[in-house]
């Protein structure tokens, strides 16, 4: 069993910066797929950025050229940098992870995923 544990959110004004981690324990795994997904008041659960254990990265195409995905194995921590960032950002920010890998490209979705953060928010001013 892996649990994770989201940090970093908080309230920026737009056209600033944060960065997320994601701290991973319990189980391990050769190889794994990580993903940051975001939720905003009345939407549906929204994939942004996933890496996997062969350092492949997918971004959707709403944080692509902004945002930033990375894995710092000896810590077991994931992070997402996000600059650039504009009120629209605003959400609750979710970790997740599942055991393997995908061979073929596979959407940013939740319904992929079975281990989840509790989520952390953050907040975007105009």
């Known amino acids: 069993q892996v649990q994770l544990v989201e940090s970093g959110g908080g309230s920026v004004q737009a056209g600033g910066s944060l960065r997320l981690s994601c701290a991973a324990s319990?189980?391990?795994?050769?190889?794994?797929?990580m993903a940051w997904f975001r939720q905003a008041p009345g939407k549906e659960r929204e994939g942004i950025a996933r890496?996997?254990?062969?350092?492949?990265?997918t971004y959707s195409e709403s944080v692509k050229g902004r945002f930033t995905i990375s894995i710092d194995n000896a810590k077991a921590t994931l992070y997402l940098q996000m600059n650039s960032l504009k009120p629209e950002d605003t959400a609750m920010y979710y970790c997740?992870?599942?055991?393997?890998?995908?061979?073929?490209?596979?959407?940013?979705?939740?319904?992929?995923?079975?281990?989840w953060g509790q989520g952390t928010q953050v907040t975007v001013s105009s």
């Open positions: 997740a992870l599942e055991p393997g890998i995908w061979v073929v490209d596979v959407p940013l979705s939740s319904a992929l995923y079975n281990t």
């Open positions: 890496i996997d254990t062969n350092g492949r990265t």
């Open positions: 319990g189980s391990s795994y050769s190889a794994y797929t």
